[in-house]
């Protein structure tokens, strides 16, 4: 809500990379706020994680987050993997959730997903080692939202 009245923005397209407005994180103009989230009701069995990898102590910031949503018991009808401190925005991978969506969901696949989650990173020059610890995040971020125990 702003000085020209209501809107709505779909939550992909909140956020503002860089090389769209550098001196901006998200859509909102001058003097508008969010009054309103709407979360729609899944029309399947849903369930959910976020893990965060950190570097030290809980005050500090994570070198990798991932959430996941996954719509299905062990079919996955669809599903939703998002990451954070891995872009300057929240990095929704949909290549990754179009692998894990149409098939029944196990500890192969999970890694499987998470190499495509991956496959096009182009880490900085000295957070190389973020891609590792993204790829190990997404997998294990699935596997607990399916509630699978990795061996």
């Given amino acids: 809500m702003g ?7 779909e939550l992909e397209k909140f ?6 407005d550098a001196t901006r994180e ?28 950190r570097e030290k102590q809980s005050f500090d910031w994570p070198l990798v987050s991932v959430a996941a949503v996954l719509m299905g018991s062990k079919w996955i009808h669809d599903a939703r993997i998002v990451m954070g401190a891995v872009a300057p925005i929240p ?20 890694k499987a997903v998470a190499e495509v989650a991956l496959k096009d990173a ?19 971020a699935i596997l607990r939202a399916g509630n699978i125990v990795e061996a």
């Fill in 3 to 9: 000085p020209t009245g209501d809107r709505t923005v």
């Fill in 15 to 20: 956020f503002a990379l860089p090389s769209v």
């Fill in 26 to 53: 998200n859509v909102l103009q001058a003097g508008e706020v969010i009054v309103e989230v709407i979360v729609p009701t899944p029309t399947w069995q849903t369930r959910s994680t976020y893990i965060e990898a």
């Fill in 91 to 110: 990095w929704r991978v949909p290549e990754a959730e179009a692998a894990l969506k149409g098939g029944l969901l196990d500890v192969a696949r999970a």
């Fill in 122 to 140: 182009q880490p900085m020059s000295d957070n190389a080692y973020k891609v590792t610890i993204a790829k190990v995040m997404v997998r294990r």
